[in-house]
Nanobody, 119 residues
Framework: VQLVESGGGLVQAGGSLRLSCAAS????????MGWYRQAPGKQRELVAA???????DYADSVKGRFTISRDNGKNTVYLAMNSLKPEDTAVYYC??????????????WGQGTQVTVSS
């Protein structure tokens, strides 16, 4: 299974970005999909997650500003980020859990994409 992230970049405070993460390979089904971030000197933290049924969960720090969504037909998860703040600066990683065509459970991380918010 391969995960390819895109959409990071440099944006001014108050701006918006949209991250994408596409999963491909020997996939039977995908359960949870999520976005994590890691700022320099800090631990990786959950930003948002979405289940196969569409239930979502957000970190308190991004509620009302970020929206996670998924396209099951494309095995892709998105993160729309609005009203960005300098403290949102981090490397963002997608995470996908599911079953391969062998029906063995898997959990993979994307390569990470840098988001930098200038003040």
């Amino acid at each position: 299974v391969q995960l390819v992230e895109s959409g990071g970049g440099l944006v001014q405070a108050g701006g918006s970005l949209r991250l994408s993460c596409a999963a491909s390979g020997s996939i039977f089904s995908i359960n949870a999909m999520g976005w994590y971030r890691q700022a320099p000197g800090k631990q990786r933290e959950l930003v948002a997650a979405i289940t196969s049924g569409g239930s979502t969960d957000y970190a308190d720090s991004v509620k009302g500003r970020f929206t996670i969504s998924r396209d099951n037909g494309k095995n892709t998860v998105y993160l729309a980020m609005n009203s960005l703040k300098p403290e949102d600066t981090a490397v963002y990683y997608c995470n996908v859990e599911g079953r391969g065509t062998s029906l063995i459970l898997f959990k993979y991380w994307g390569q990470g994409t840098q988001v930098t918010v200038s003040s």
